[in-house]
């Protein structure tokens, strides 16, 4: 029945339209009509639908023709055909981040109105510091990603930070959706973000590939908290500072440049034939490296790891994400 509201297993939101209502695209202005003239819901209209962005969309697996009695959804390849105007059920797409709602969510548009139809965008919220390796990883998956979010600078070191309002234990980055529910730690955001929108997949889908670019992640992230350790460490008052503690973090970092070095070899990326999660893990851990310890000469001992920095330094995502200096 119309209005009714389903989940598929990765959370998007399906709510059932009626027979009646069709979605229209930019190209085809005139042929989705309505029984009656109602106007467009009056939200944040932002662009209007490409056809061929739905055709696309629809055709994954978020329609059906029938009334979808059961909680799956089938893969349908004709879901939206050239006529548009066919009496049949369609769906309304969005999903709980507002992930897809810049590119799929339809609208209603009335017999005898030639207007588009038009899309709203409902922006997720990103909190961290521009300067955080962990908050610069999210943010280059969002954007390789092409998701539209709000970014909020709360440092969690500042007397006025809201952090622990959304992360308990108080840290950056945390990732808040459309529903406001908050999704926190690096690698956890970054793993929904890539599951929430099909553009872009950075993180393979069958396990032996999959679990090495986590190996990645997994290496570069641990690589940037000794940093942190060490730059924190070294930020105490002399007499109060540990040079065992500098000392054993300092070896993680050596041990791990050397596996990351090891591991890329001769090869263009850190895991596969292509750009992945794992290339913007290892990035964004030596390009903390390299702001936070100058004096570790590393791009000299591991001129293929500075080769894979040099490239990623040249990817829009990176650009647009060079923390200020420290």
């Not at 009714?4 to 998007?12: A, I, K, P, S």
């Not at 990103?126 to 709360?154: H, M, Q, W």
């Not at 730690?185 to 872009?200: F, G, K, M, N, T």
Request: charged share 25%; glycine share 4%; hydrophobic share 40%.
């Amino acid at each position: 029945m119309s209005g009714t509201l389903q989940t598929d297993e990765l959370g998007y939101v399906l709510e059932i339209l009626a027979e009646d209502e069709l979605p229209a695209s930019r190209h085809y202005r005139h042929v989705a009509y309505a029984q009656r003239e109602q106007p467009l819901t009056p939200l944040r209209v932002v662009l209007d639908v490409d056809r061929d962005e739905i055709d696309t969309f629809f055709r994954k697996k978020l329609f059906r023709f029938e009334a979808a009695a059961s909680p799956g959804l089938g893969e349908q390849s004709e879901c939206l055909d050239h006529s548009v105007h066919l009496p049949l059920l369609f769906v309304k797409v969005s999903d709980n981040a507002g992930t897809f709602t810049a590119t799929v969510q339809c609208y209603k548009i009335s017999r005898r109105t030639k207007r588009h139809a038009f899309i709203t965008r409902h922006l997720m919220k990103l909190i961290g510091t521009p300067g955080s390796p962990y908050t610069r990883k999210v943010r280059i998956v969002l954007a390789e990603k092409r998701i539209d979010y709000d970014f909020i600078n709360d440092a969690p070191a500042s007397a006025m930070t809201q952090v622990p309002k959304y992360n308990p234990l108080g840290k950056v980055p945390v990732l808040i959706i459309d529903d406001e529910t908050t999704v926190f730690d690096s690698r956890v955001i970054v793993e929904y973000l890539d599951l929430a929108s099909p553009v872009a997949k950075l993180i393979p889908e069958d396990t032996r590939p999959r679990v090495q670019v986590r190996r990645w992640e997994a290496l570069a992230d641990g690589c940037t908290d000794a940093v942190v350790a060490i730059v924190g460490e070294k930020r105490r008052p002399a007499a109060q500072q540990s040079m065992d503690w500098i000392a054993r973090q300092q070896a993680k970092v050596d041990r791990a440049l050397q596996a990351m070095s090891d591991g890329l070899g001769a090869r263009s990326w850190c895991s596969g034939e292509f750009f992945n999660l794992s290339d913007i893990a290892v990035g964004c851990g030596l390009g903390f490296l390299e702001r936070r310890l100058p004096e570790l000469k590393w791009r000299s001992t591991y001129p293929n790891l500075a080769r894979l920095a040099d490239k990623l330094a040249r990817r829009k995502s990176f650009k647009d994400t060079v923390p200020p200096a420290p």
